[in-house]
């Protein structure tokens, strides 16, 4: 069994029972369990629109809360042209940009798909329109700025009481245009509560393409989420400087290190940098230009301004805010993260990438023991 690894955060006052595996007393396939006869996803973007692809396809209703009317009226009319372009939206999937209209008492499941920066703003002006007793799941990957909070704490600090037993996190290597091409997916899910992760697990996993784990390091697994972005955007520009493999490995290695140690000092036990939200997450963030954070480093290293890169794209690359939170975190708690500071300086200083890589390879040398390495 696990340890309840979550001493370093702001938590409900629920226990956070282990969460074991599998539960050898259930021979259940995973598409066996019931989904949600009503789901509710908050957002508009690629991934919101695959995870509600994959709550439709499971059989449930999803209603989409949009952001803009524009985006509500593109996935009314069969298409999010401007998020999810090719791909039809299933007739069981309806969109809103009122709270009120989308969200009602039988929803059996919420998934809160915003970006980082923006989800403290969503949840204190809908505070009393979110439906209570089901499963609240935050499936953003960054900590916010000026707070150093993740999505969860945030959750944890705005949201009521009533609320708290509820809340889970969703992570792993997910890229939205695979989910909604049916590829084979796998996510893990945490909470403090071993029924919540349990029930939301039942929720989403179809049995054949999306099948979801359950943890209970809430910290460790946000942590992870948010720092790989960052590192993501140091494997693009290895890219950009047309780097090989080499290089890559070495990155993701190092990588997985200074993010392990960030997590520990955060209070996890380390274990989940090991699974999907850790290495998985950043195996798959760190090798393809599908990932918006890869491509924002590349282009970095091929010249281009962040203030170009950004005004070229709609969606947002959680990386480039969150670098700045990971290094003041870092410095907070007097944890060494070289490869996310060079990254910060690159965005924000006019640091030459390649001049990044060249001070990072002169560093003075050191010993590997192991994830939490020196």
Same mark, same amino acid.
């Given at each position: 069994e696990m340890e309840n690894s979550n001493k370093g955060q702001k938590t409900s006052d629920a226990a956070a029972p282990s969460a074991p595996d599998t539960d050898p007393a259930d021979q259940r396939r995973p598409g066996d369990y019931a989904p949600p006869d009503r789901a509710l996803v908050v957002g508009d973007g690629a991934f919101a629109m695959a995870m509600a692809t994959a709550m439709s396809r499971r059989g449930s209703d999803v209603r989409v809360l949009a952001y803009t009317e524009k985006v509500r009226d593109e996935i009314n009319s069969g298409e999010n042209k401007t998020y999810m372009p090719g791909y039809r939206v299933d007739s069981n999937i309806k969109a809103y940009t009122s709270i009120e209209e989308a969200s009602s008492p039988d929803i059996q499941l919420v998934l809160l798909v915003i970006p980082t920066q923006f989800l403290r703003a969503f949840l204190v002006k809908n505070i009393s329109c979110l439906p209570t007793g089901c499963p609240i799941v935050v499936c953003a990957k960054g900590i916010e700025?000026?707070?150093?909070?993740?999505? $969860?704490?945030?959750?944890?600090? &705005?949201?009521?009481?009533?609320? !708290?037993? !509820? $809340?889970a996190v969703l992570a792993g290597p997910s890229f939205a245009k695979e989910i909604m091409d049916g590829q084979p997916t796998n996510v893990v899910v945490a909470s403090e509560r071993q029924d919540v992760a349990k029930l939301v697990q039942r929720y989403v996993s179809d049995g054949s393409t999306l099948r979801t784990y359950v943890s209970d390091d809430v910290h460790g697994i946000e942590i992870a989420g948010a720092v790989k972005n960052v590192l993501a955007i140091a494997s693009g520009a290895l890219a950009g400087l047309e780097f090989g493999n080499n290089a890559r490995a070495a990155l993701v290695c190092r990588g997985l290190a200074?993010?392990?140690?960030? =997590?520990? =000092?955060?209070?996890?036990?380390?274990?989940?940098?090991?699974? @999907?939200?850790?290495?998985?997450?950043?195996?798959?963030?760190?090798?393809?230009?599908?990932?918006?954070?890869?491509?924002?480093?590349?282009?970095? =290293?091929?010249?281009?301004? @962040? *203030?170009?890169?950004?005004?070229g794209t709609k969606a947002v690359a959680e990386?480039?805010?969150?670098?700045?939170?990971?290094?003041? @975190?870092?410095?907070?708690?007097?944890? &060494?993260?070289?490869?996310?500071?060079?990254?910060?300086? /690159?965005?924000?200083?006019?640091?030459?990438?390649?001049?990044?890589?060249?001070?990072?390879? *002169?560093?003075? @040398?050191?010993?590997?023991?192991?994830? /939490?390495?020196?």
């Open positions: 700025l000026g707070t150093g909070e993740t999505p $969860f704490e945030m959750m944890i600090g &705005e949201l009521p009481g009533k609320y !708290h037993k !509820h $809340f200074e993010l392990t140690r960030l =997590a520990v =000092a955060m209070g996890s036990n380390g274990r989940s940098m090991a699974g @999907l939200a850790g290495v998985g997450d950043l195996m798959l963030t760190c090798s393809s230009s599908l990932s918006r954070n890869y491509s924002v480093g590349q282009k970095l =290293a091929e010249g281009k301004t @962040l *203030a170009e890169i950004q005004e990386g480039v805010a969150t670098a700045k939170s990971v290094r003041k @975190l870092a410095a907070k708690l007097n944890v &060494e993260m070289p490869i996310c500071d060079a990254v910060y300086r /690159v965005l924000y200083e006019g640091l030459n990438p390649r001049e990044a890589l060249s001070e990072l390879q *002169a560093r003075p @040398l050191g010993a590997e023991s192991g994830l /939490v390495a020196e």
